[in-house]
């Protein structure tokens, strides 16, 4: 059996310039082959930025993806819509060792966005039908693919995880609220 629980994968998720601009980061490097850091920026619905991406890019992003995004929320939980307050961009670096727990997102987080960047091949993210890891489906890593979803409390369990090769390089986005 496999995990039935809404999701969208949609390849060739980002513009090749934006693409670009975010692999950037593939030279950093983490303190240890188990870690995770985080590269936090955030967009407000105001236009307001915050963050280590460059402005004008977190700008083209929010003006190229925010009415995409809305409709994915719109189709996926059109309820949450009008609670919109901001939008998170997170370069996710992920050690080739690390094992990231199974969990459901954050309740202020409306719609999460996984956007594989770099290298060309490693571990994807990993769907459950309960907390347990039972029914594990793997979407699998492409270059520029999105795993798109809605939390839904007691139903998204997910994970990742590295590869055993090399650093897992991700951006993340959420729609999120103030709650």
């Known amino acids: 059996m496999s995990v039935t629980w809404p999701h ?13 601009h975010v692999t950037q980061y593939s030279n950093l490097k983490l303190k240890s082959d188990t870690d995770v850091a985080i590269i936090k ?46 939008t998170e961009l997170n370069v996710v670096l992920t050690g080739k060792n690390c094992k990231y727990e199974i969990h459901e997102d954050m309740p202020n987080k409306l719609l999460s966005v996984v956007i594989y960047l770099y290298p060309e091949k490693n571990a994807g993210t990993i769907l459950y039908s309960d907390q347990n890891g039972n029914d594990k489906t793997i979407v699998d890593w492409v270059q520029n693919r999105a795993l798109i979803f809605a939390r839904e409390e007691g139903v998204t369990w ?8 090399s650093t897992r390089i991700a ?3 959420n729609l999120r609220s103030d709650i």
Not at 59 to 64: A, H, S, T, V
Not at 158 to 165: A, F, K, T, W
Request: proline share 4%; charged share 30%.
């Open 8 to 20: 969208i994968i949609e390849d060739n998720f980002l513009t090749e310039k934006q693409f670009k």
């Open 171 to 173: 951006l993340v986005v």
């Open 158 to 165: 997910h994970s990742y995880e590295g590869d055993g090769v």
């Open 41 to 86: 920026n955030k967009i407000w619905v105001d236009g307001k930025t915050e963050g280590t991406l460059h402005p004008n890019f977190l700008l083209e992003f929010d003006n190229n993806y925010s009415k995409k995004l809305r409709s994915y929320l719109e189709k996926l939980a059109p309820e949450r819509v009008p609670s919109i307050k901001w």
